[in-house]
C-alpha cells in the first residue's frame, strides 16, 4: 500500500522553525522527485527534490531547504524564519514518470 505521512507541522511565531517530515512506504523511494506544495487559498509549489539529490526551493530568501535520506525513505523541509504568509497546509508528492502520489498534508500555522 503506497503511503506518504507528513509530520511536523504546527503553531508557530513568526520568526521561528519548522522541520517538516514526509515518510514514503510502499513504492520504491529512490525512484521518486519528491515536491513540497502549500495550500493556501491555492496550491502552490515550495520546493523539489530530484532522486539524486538536486533540489530547487522556489521561495526566496533562503529560508526553506529541502533534503531527504534515501536509507530512511523520507524527505525533509526545513523552515525558518517563518512568516504569517507561510501559512497553510504542506502536502508532499512524490513523481515519477508514470505516477504521482500525494500525503494528506499537515497544517502550518504562524502566528503571534
Known amino acids: 500500500q503506497v503511503q506518504l505521512v507528513e509530520s511536523g507541522g504546527g503553531l508557530v511565531q513568526p520568526g521561528g522553525s519548522l522541520r517538516l517530515s514526509c515518510k514514503a512506504s510502499?513504492?520504491?523511494?529512490?525512484?521518486?522527485?519528491i515536491m513540497w506544495y502549500r495550500q493556501a487559498k491555492d496550491r502552490e509549489l515550495v520546493a523539489t527534490i530530484g532522486s539524486t539529490g538536486s533540489s530547487i526551493v522556489y521561495v526566496p530568501g533562503g529560508r526553506f531547504t529541502i533534503s531527504r535520506d534515501n536509507t530512511k525513505n523520507t524527505a525533509f523541509l526545513q523552515m525558518n524564519n517563518l512568516k504569517p504568509e507561510d501559512t497553510g497546509v504542506f502536502f508532499c508528492?512524490?513523481?515519477?514518470?508514470?505516477?504521482?502520489?500525494w500525503g494528506q498534508g499537515t497544517q502550518v500555522t504562524v502566528s503571534s
Open positions: 508528492s512524490a513523481r515519477n514518470l508514470d505516477y504521482i502520489y
Open positions: 510502499g513504492f520504491t523511494f529512490n525512484d521518486y522527485d
